[in-house]
Nanobody, 118 residues
Framework: QVQLVESGGGLAQPGGSLRLSCAAS????????MSWIRQDPGKGLEWVSG??????????YYADSVKGRFTISRDNAKNTLYLQMNSLKPEDTALYYC?????????WGKGTLVTVSS
């Protein structure tokens, strides 16, 4: 059974940092591309970042809104996906999901809430 469990959300001040984690189980994590997507209740879903499997080069991709501030990474030995978020802005406030695959995401976690506020 595929499971994705996000953690690491919380309250951060503008300019601060948070690191999100996504623990994966039930599939061969190293073989799959992974994504982070966020949802602001007022704006809907926004794709944030993606990373290919190491076998396909491990390339990373970012939405323009987070490029230069967020870094996606993976630890295949720990079956864990990460999102390092720096220079946080109030508009980064959202529920953050990890999902399997870059396109046609077939499994999603339940999300972790990030609130950026002073």
């Amino acid at each position: 059974q595929v499971q994705l469990v996000e953690s690491g959300g919380g309250l951060a001040q503008p300019g601060g940092s948070l690191r999100l984690s996504c623990a994966a189980s039930g599939f061969t994590f190293s073989m799959y591309a992974m994504s982070w997507i966020r949802q602001d209740p007022g704006k809907g879903l926004e794709w944030v970042s993606g990373i290919y499997s190491d076998g396909l080069g491990g390339d990373t991709y970012y939405a323009d809104s987070v490029k230069g501030r967020f870094t996606i990474s993976r630890d295949n030995a720990k079956n864990t996906l990460y999102l390092q978020m720096n220079s946080l802005k109030p508009e980064d406030t959202a529920l953050y999901y990890c999902a399997r695959r870059l396109m046609g995401m077939d499994y999603w976690g339940k999300g972790t809430l990030v609130t950026v506020s002073s």
